[in-house]
């Protein structure tokens, strides 16, 4: 039987039998996108995996998190695994640079399953709901910090958190008044949380599956907005992590000229063995570049680094947040601004525009032009979908089966027999859900058909 919830004397059907969530009370334009069926099966079999009928039942949600239909099929999920939509909050990022296809849609259909969606620019955390225990799912570190630093007491409510992404360690750190990435401050993290978060960015198989996939999307979206991402043309990649890592094999691929920085020996060897050139400084690396690409997680195009772009250069933010570029330093020493048009003359996403141009002194009586795509804000999401459907299907189901398990222990009186979350940054946890859950064999059998034992006809 279809499984359905009342929803002011309607019945709002959360899967069809084809494994697409519903559309709920009003024609949702972007049904026939929700197509998430290893959310599905999560909902369907976590309740035996982690003893547990319900374990998301008797909690409030405060989650931030972008409005992709992937969000939707999660939500669905979480209702049949007993979350109340009443008692639930999506924040979403109401900046101009989200300005993601069907981000309408998608928080219209949450609010016809009965949850309330609101901007980040209200988040109120010492109004967060306090009727139930609180469940945080998080992408990118607003509330947990925010709770910490501004409202102990209502940090005491919440049972754990998940969080998606790496930023949400350095804005812990940040709100805490203490410098990201240090060993002394990550040991101070651990002892500042009050409750248990579950990092997803830990998870071995997100490593491996997403950072190539956040590449090529980069390279695609600057070949669709620009038009200049040719053969031969100088690039700088600034930070040489995971990402920084794919894009510069995704630049070498489409043979563009790389020149790729990173303070950390081991990556600038990982990035040598790539056979880019590595510069000694972020100032070397982008002198004469056409394009310059931060990925770094943090401040990486700063004032210094700007005083050394060429007339005519890009800026591209390749992390999740808008923070690699200095977007501020930009409008106060520029001599005008004008919109930057799309350069290939063919719509980009929802975005008419590519970003912003600023002339800058120097360089000439004319001075230089630097183009800021996206306004700095992280170029996959400026009117682009961020990941194929079914790897969306994988990241959120990450999520989902963190925020179960934090659900099943509570419902155990946090003494779950197998889950143990203390209080601080659990890192291995995803790690060794994703092992009992079989969530990778079915993964492989719904998405990769043709890879397993008889999947060829």
Known sequence: MKQERCTGGERV???????????????????????FPLLRHLAETLPESLGCPAPLAGLNLAAILHLFPDLVAFTDAAIRL????????????????????????????????????????ELDVEALPDSQPLLLVEDGGYIYPALHRKSPGAASRVIGAVEQTTRGRTNLALALGLPPGQAATERKLERALRFPVISVPDCRLKALIEPPLIARAVVEHLRSLTGRLRPGVPAAVLGGGAIGAGLVEELLK???????????????LVLAEKGVTLASSPAEAVRGALFVIG????????????????????????SSER??????????????????????????GTQARAGTTYRLPGRGAGGRDIHLIADGYPVNFWGFDSLPEPHADLVMSLVLLGAAALGAWNHAGRRHRREAFRPGWNRTAINQLVARSGLVEEF????????TTGGAS
């Open 13 to 35: 059907p959360l899967f069809g039998s084809d494994g697409k969530a519903g559309g709920g009370c009003a024609p949702n334009p972007l049904e026939a996108s929700f197509r």
């Open 82 to 121: 007993g979350l109340d939509p009443a008692g639930s909050t999506f924040y979403h990022k109401d900046f101009a640079g989200y300005a993601y296809p069907g981000r309408e849609a998608v928080g219209g259909a949450l609010r016809t399953r009965g949850a309330a969606v609101r901007p980040l620019t």
């Open 295 to 318: 990925a770094s997680g943090r401040r990486s195009v700063t004032p210094d680094v700007i005083a050394n772009l060429a007339h005519d250069t890009f800026l591209v933010s390749a």
């Open 254 to 268: 489409a043979r563009v000229r790389v020149v790729a920085y990173d303070p950390a020996p081991e990556t600038r």
């Open 444 to 451: 492989i059998r719904l998405h990769h058909p043709h890879a």
């Open 323 to 348: 923070h690699e570029i200095d977007a501020d330093y930009l409008r106060a020493v520029a001599l005008a601004t004008a919109p930057l048009p799309l350069l290939t003359g063919v719509p980009a």
